[in-house]
C-alpha cells in the first residue's frame, strides 16, 4: 500500500531489530528503502538476523545493551562512519516478565526500568544530540505496551511503559522546534519470538485473551510493523506526542486482573 521507494535514502536504527516485532520493522523499512541498522545484546543471533534482512536492502548491525550508554555512543559512532546521518530511530528492545508485584525483587523491578524506560532514553537523547538536532529532523517511534487501564501481573513494565509514553510527550513539545517527531505505538498481545518466553499458566492465559479480544484475535507482526510504517512516513506529518494503539481495542475491553487471578 505504501510506495515502494517511501524511505530512499533514510536510515533508521531498530533496537532489539534481531527478533520478532524488531526484525519485522526492520524489514518492512528495508523493503520500502531505507537502509536499517538493527542492535541486541546477543551478538550471534544479531549477526545472524542481519544476514537474512541483508536479503531486502543494507542491513548493519552492531551488539549493543541500551542499558549502557558507552555501548549507545559506540553504536552512534558506527552509524556516522556507515551512512553519515540517522532518519527514522523505532526504539523497540524492551521487555519484562509475568510476576505478582510483591513478589518483584530490587534486581528484578530494576532491570525493568534500566531496559525500557532508562534505555529509550539513552538512545533517543545519544541519537538526537549526534543526528536529529543537527541535521533538524528526525522521527522516533517507542514500542510500548497497553498499559492504559494498569498492567496488573506486570507492574514493573506498566511503571516503565507509562513513563515511556510521558517521555514521549515531554520530547515531542521540546524537540519540535529541531523538526522531530516522537510517537508510541502500543501492542497489544501479538504472535512474536516474545511471548515464547512466556511458560505455563501465562501460555494457557494468551489463549483466554484471544477469545476475549473483540476482534477474536492476537495482532501479527505485520499488523505493529504497519503502524510504525505510518508514523515514520511523512503521511503522519502532523502527528507527534501520540500512542497508536495496535491491539484490537484491548486498551479498552478485556478482563486485566486476568492474570493475578491466575497466580493467586
Ligand atoms: C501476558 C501477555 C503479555 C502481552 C504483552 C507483552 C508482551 C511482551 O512484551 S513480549 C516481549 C517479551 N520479551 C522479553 O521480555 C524479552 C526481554 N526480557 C528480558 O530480557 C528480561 O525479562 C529483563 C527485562 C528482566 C532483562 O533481563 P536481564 O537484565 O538480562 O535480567 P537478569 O536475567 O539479569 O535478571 C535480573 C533480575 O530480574 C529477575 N528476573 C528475570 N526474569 C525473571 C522471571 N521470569 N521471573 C522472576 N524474576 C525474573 C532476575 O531474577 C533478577 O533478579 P534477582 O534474582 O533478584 O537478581
Ligand atoms: N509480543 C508482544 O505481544 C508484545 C511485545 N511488546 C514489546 O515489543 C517489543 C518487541 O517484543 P518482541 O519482539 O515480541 O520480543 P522479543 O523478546 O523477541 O524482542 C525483544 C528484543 O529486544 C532486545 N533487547 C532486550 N533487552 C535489550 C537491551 N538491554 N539492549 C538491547 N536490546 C535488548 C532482545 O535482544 P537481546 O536479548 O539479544 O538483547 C530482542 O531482540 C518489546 O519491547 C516488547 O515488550 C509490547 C506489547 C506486546
Known amino acids: 500500500m505504501y510506495a515502494p521507494n517511501l524511505f530512499q535514502d533514510k536510515v533508521a536504527l531498530v533496537t532489539g531489530g534481531r527478533s520478532g516485532i524488531g526484525y519485522g520493522i526492520a524489514e518492512a523499512l528495508l523493503k520500502l528503502g531505507a537502509k536499517v541498522i538493527i542492535c541486541a545484546r546477543k551478538a550471534a543471533p544479531l549477526a545472524e538476523a542481519a544476514a537474512a534482512l541483508s536479503e531486502h536492502g543494507t542491513c548493519v548491525q552492531r551488539p549493543c545493551d541500551i542499558r549502557k550508554s558507552e555501548e549507545v555512543e559506540a553504536l552512534a559512532d558506527l552509524i556516522e562512519s556507515e551512512f553519515g546521518r540517522l532518519d527514522i530511530l523505532v526504539n523497540n528492545a524492551g521487555g519484562q516478565f509475568p510476576s505478582l508485584a510483591r513478589h518483584i525483587s530490587d534486581n528484578g523491578w530494576n532491570a525493568v526500568i534500566n531496559t525500557n524506560v532508562n534505555g529509550t532514553f539513552y538512545v533517543s537523547r545519544i541519537m538526537a544530540n549526534r543526528f536529529f538536532v543537527p541535521q533538524k529532523s528526525g522521527n522516533i517511534i517507542n514500542i510500548v505496551v497497553n498499559h492504559l487501564r494498569g498492567f496488573p501481573g506486570m507492574a514493573h513494565t506498566g ?30 498481545t501479538i504472535i512474536s519470538s516474545g511471548l515464547d518466553t512466556y511458560a505455563e499458566p501465562v501460555k494457557a492465559l494468551l489463549d483466554k485473551m484471544k477469545e476475549e479480544n473483540l476482534m477474536q484475535r492476537h495482532g501479527t507482526i505485520e499488523d505493529v510493523a504497519n503502524a510504525v510504517l505510518f508514523l515514520a512516513s511523512p503521511l503522519s506529518a502532523y502527528t507527534s506526542g501520540t500512542t497508536l494503539y495496535v491491539d484490537g481495542m484491548d486498551h479498552l475491553h478485556g478482563d ?9
Open 256 to 264: 486485566r486482573m486476568r492474570m493475578v487471578n491466575m497466580f493467586r
Open 159 to 188: 511503571a516503565a511503559r507509562a513513563a515511556v509514553e510521558n517521555l514521549t510527550k515531554t520530547l515531542a513539545q521540546e524537540w519540535a522546534v529541531y523538526n522531530i517527531r516522537l510517537n508510541c505505538v502500543a501492542p497489544g
